[in-house]
């Protein structure tokens, strides 16, 4: 099973960017969809963006226009770039192979260590 590294976390101010990665241990071809989750002290963990094996992409109302997903399928890497960032997007993140069943896609396979992202002044 492949496993998914995430990287790129850190301190940055309101407004500001960071650029989020996930690392694989092995080819991503197989996996047909790939998200990213972030979870808040005291919230429950939720997918903010996903992409499938045709790039298609999809965004939580709470990051659209300001998050983009992508995928590196020769470098076996995605990432999260993420701009104008606020103080409700700290959080850890999170990558994960995603799962389609009954019209949803779900977590599949075992959590990582996540990336710690604090937006604050």
């Known amino acids: 099973q492949v496993q998914l590294v995430e990287s790129g976390g850190g301190l940055v101010q309101p407004g500001g960017s960071l650029r989020l990665s996930c690392a694989a241990s092995?080819?991503?071809?197989?996996?047909?969809?790939i998200g990213w989750y972030r979870q808040a002290p005291g919230k429950q963990r939720e997918l903010v963006a996903r992409?499938?094996?045709?790039?298609?992409?999809v965004y939580a109302d709470s990051v659209k226009g300001r998050f983009t997903i992508s995928r590196d399928n020769a470098k076996n890497t995605v990432n999260l770039q993420m701009n104008s960032l606020k103080s409700e997007d700290t959080a850890v993140y999170y990558c994960?192979?995603?799962?389609?069943?009954?019209?949803?896609?779900?977590?599949?396979?075992?959590w990582g260590q996540g990336t710690q992202v604090t937006v604050s002044s």
């Open positions: 994960s192979p995603l799962t389609y069943y009954g019209g949803e896609y779900f977590h599949s396979g075992s």
């Open positions: 092995g080819s991503i071809l197989s996996i047909n969809a």
């Open positions: 992409i499938s094996s045709g790039v298609v992409t």
